[in-house]
């Protein structure tokens, strides 16, 4: 799922760029936003990084079993 998420804010991304689509000029597109994946919302920090929960999820009995939730060290809003 997390590739189809990074085509998604890829393609996004490249849509924003009027010249040649070189890494850099993505990842300056992409930083400071957040963006709603099939996941939930990911925020793009100044770095490129996305800032995001992350779930340990197992399973048990043919069931999905949540295990775990980490949330991010930092926020957007202490990007700047």
Known sequence: IRSFEAVQLIAQGLRQIKQSP??????????????????????????????????????????????NTFLPDRLPEQDG
């Open 22 to 67: 070189a890494p850099r000029e993505l990842k300056r597109v992409l930083a400071g936003n957040t963006y709603h994946t099939i996941q939930g919302p990911v925020y793009i920090d100044r770095f490129g990084d996305a800032v995001r929960p992350v779930f340990l999820i197992t399973i048990r009995d043919h069931q999905f079993v949540l295990q």
